[in-house]
C-alpha cells in the first residue's frame, strides 16, 4: 500500500480539512479554537447572498441612527440660529417717564448678555413732498441688519442721511433719490438708498439713521427690539431679569414667534425619535427574515455538526456569533455612511457642516449588535429541535 492510498484512507478526525465545508471538527480540545473562526468565514463566504443582505439592512440601519445621532446632537442650537433670522422674539416698550438714552442701551444690554441683538427704534409721523403723511423710524441700521435678515432690501443704507424707502412708503415720495420730510414745520432731505418689502407694516415706512432722525425731530427711542437666542426659557428668564432691573420698561415675548420655535423644536425631536424606531423595526424584521431562511437552508449543516459532537449551545453560539460579526461590520460602515450624511444635511439646510462624533460609534454598534442578537434568537430556537438522523436521512 503506497503512503499516498494511506493518507487517503485516513479517517476523517485526523484530516479536518477533508471534512464538512462547514469546518467542524468534534475534536474541541485539539481543534476548538481553530476551527470556530474556519467555521465562521467559511458560512459567510459561501453563503454570501444572505450575508450581504443581511449586512445591507444592519448598514442602513447604523447609517440612519448616525446620521439621526449626529444631527440631534446639535439640533437645538441650529433651529434656534434659524429661528434668529426671523426677526426680534421680544419687544419692551418703554414709558412716557423713562428715555431710552445711551446709557439705558448700556445698562440693558448687561442686563440681556452680550450675545443678545438689542435694535433701539424711535418713530414719528412726518409730512412728505407730496402732503402725505408717513411714519418715519429712527433705527441703528447695523443691528437691525442683524435682527431683521429676513428682510427684502435691494441695498442697504450706508451714509449718515440715507433712507431706506419701504415699498409702499415709496409711494408717497416725488422723487426717493432726495428724500424730503417735514415734521413739526423743521424739514430734511435724505437720499433714497434703497427699498424694503416685508409685506407687512414696514412696507408703509421710512427708515433713516437715528442719528439723523433724533437731530431732526429730537424724538427719542421708545422701542427696544431685542433677539434673545435660545429657546423659550431663555427667553422667559430675560424677560423677568429686565423687569426686575427696569420696571419702567414694559417688556413682552412675541408669542408666535415663541411658541412656534417651541413647538417646531419638540416636534423634530419627537420625529427623529420615531424616524429611529420605525427603521429599526424595519431592519430587525428585515435581518430576522433573512437569518430565518438562512438557518432553514442550512438545517442538514447544523445537523451533521450536531451528529459530530457539538452542543445545542454551540450550535446556538455559532448562529448568533455570525449575526454579530455581521451587525459589527454593518455598523462600523452604517457609521461612516451615516456621518457623511449628516455633514450634508447639515450644510445644505443649515449652511453649517455637522462633524463626525467618535462617541456615537459605541452607541451605534450597541444599537446594531441588539438588533442582530434579537432578530438571531427567534430562529435559532429552530436548532433545538434538529433531529440529525431525521435530517440527514432526507426525512
Known amino acids: 500500500?503506497?503512503?499516498?492510498?494511506?493518507?487517503?484512507?485516513?479517517?476523517?478526525?485526523?484530516?479536518?480539512?477533508?471534512?464538512?465545508?462547514?469546518?467542524?471538527?468534534?475534536?474541541?480540545?485539539?481543534?476548538?479554537?481553530?476551527?470556530?473562526?474556519?467555521?465562521?468565514?467559511?458560512?459567510?463566504?459561501?453563503?454570501?447572498?444572505?450575508?450581504?443582505?443581511?449586512?445591507?439592512?444592519?448598514?442602513?440601519?447604523?447609517?440612519?441612527?448616525?446620521?439621526?445621532?449626529?444631527?440631534?446632537?446639535?439640533?437645538?442650537?441650529?433651529?434656534?440660529?434659524?429661528?434668529?433670522s426671523f426677526g426680534a422674539n421680544v419687544v419692551a416698550t418703554a414709558s412716557g417717564a423713562v428715555a431710552l438714552d445711551e446709557g439705558m442701551l448700556r445698562q440693558v444690554q448687561g442686563v440681556v448678555g452680550a450675545d443678545v441683538t438689542v435694535a433701539p427704534i424711535a418713530y414719528a409721523v412726518a409730512t412728505t413732498d407730496r402732503g402725505t403723511s408717513v411714519v418715519v423710524a429712527g433705527v441703528d441700521f447695523a443691528a437691525m441688519q442683524k435682527l431683521d435678515s429676513w428682510w427684502k432690501v435691494d441695498a442697504w443704507p450706508a451714509g449718515?442721511?440715507?433712507?431706506?424707502?419701504?415699498?409702499?412708503?415709496?409711494?408717497?415720495?416725488?422723487?426717493?433719490?432726495?428724500?424730503?420730510?417735514?415734521?413739526?414745520?423743521?424739514?430734511?432731505?435724505?437720499?433714497?438708498?434703497?427699498?424694503?418689502?416685508?409685506?407687512?407694516?414696514?412696507?408703509?415706512?421710512?427708515?433713516?439713521?437715528?442719528?439723523?432722525?433724533?437731530?431732526?425731530?429730537?424724538?427719542?427711542?421708545?422701542?427696544?427690539?431685542?433677539?434673545?437666542?435660545?429657546?423659550?426659557?431663555?427667553?422667559?428668564?430675560?424677560?423677568?431679569?429686565?423687569?426686575?432691573?427696569?420696571?419702567?420698561?414694559?417688556?413682552?415675548?412675541?408669542?408666535a414667534l415663541v411658541a412656534g420655535e417651541s413647538r417646531i423644536v419638540d416636534r423634530t425631536h419627537s420625529l427623529m425619535y420615531g424616524a429611529m424606531l420605525l427603521i429599526a423595526l424595519t431592519v430587525a424584521i428585515s435581518v430576522l427574515a433573512t437569518l430565518s431562511a438562512s438557518v432553514l437552508e442550512r438545517r442538514r449543516d447544523f445537523a451533521l455538526m450536531k451528529a459530530l459532537g457539538a452542543s445545542q449551545g454551540q450550535l446556538i453560539g455559532h448562529f448568533l456569533l455570525e449575526a454579530l460579526v455581521i451587525a459589527a461590520a454593518g455598523g462600523v460602515l452604517g457609521y461612516v455612511l451615516g456621518s457623511g450624511v449628516a455633514w450634508a444635511i447639515g450644510e445644505w439646510n443649515f449652511g453649517t457642516a455637522t462633524l463626525p462624533r467618535v462617541s456615537l460609534l459605541p452607541v451605534v454598534l450597541a444599537l446594531n449588535l441588539a438588533i442582530a442578537a434579537a432578530a438571531a434568537l427567534f430562529p435559532a430556537r429552530v436548532l433545538r429541535g434538529l433531529q440529525p438522523a431525521a435530517l440527514l436521512k432526507g426525512e
Open 160 to 255: 449718515t442721511n440715507d433712507a431706506l424707502l419701504g415699498q409702499r412708503a415709496a409711494g408717497f415720495i416725488a422723487n426717493e433719490r432726495e428724500v424730503t420730510l417735514s415734521y413739526a414745520g423743521k424739514a430734511v432731505t435724505l437720499h433714497g438708498a434703497g427699498r424694503l418689502s416685508t409685506g407687512g407694516d414696514e412696507d408703509s415706512r421710512i427708515y433713516v439713521p437715528m442719528a439723523a432722525f433724533t437731530a431732526w425731530t429730537g424724538v427719542q427711542p421708545t422701542v427696544l427690539e431685542m433677539q434673545v437666542p435660545g429657546g423659550a426659557e431663555r427667553v422667559n428668564a430675560a424677560i423677568a431679569a429686565l423687569q426686575r432691573a427696569m420696571p419702567g420698561l414694559h417688556v413682552e415675548p412675541v408669542r
Open 1 to 84: 500500500m503506497t503512503a499516498a492510498s494511506v493518507a487517503r484512507r485516513k479517517p476523517m478526525s485526523e484530516n479536518p480539512d477533508m471534512g464538512h465545508p462547514s469546518g467542524f471538527s468534534g475534536d474541541k480540545k485539539s481543534n476548538g479554537a481553530v476551527s470556530l473562526p474556519r467555521m465562521l468565514v467559511r458560512s459567510l463566504k459561501f453563503r454570501r447572498a444572505r450575508s450581504l443582505s443581511a449586512l445591507a439592512a444592519l448598514t442602513v440601519s447604523a447609517m440612519v441612527a448616525t446620521a439621526l445621532l449626529t444631527l440631534y446632537a446639535d439640533l437645538d442650537a441650529k433651529l434656534h440660529r434659524e429661528f434668529r
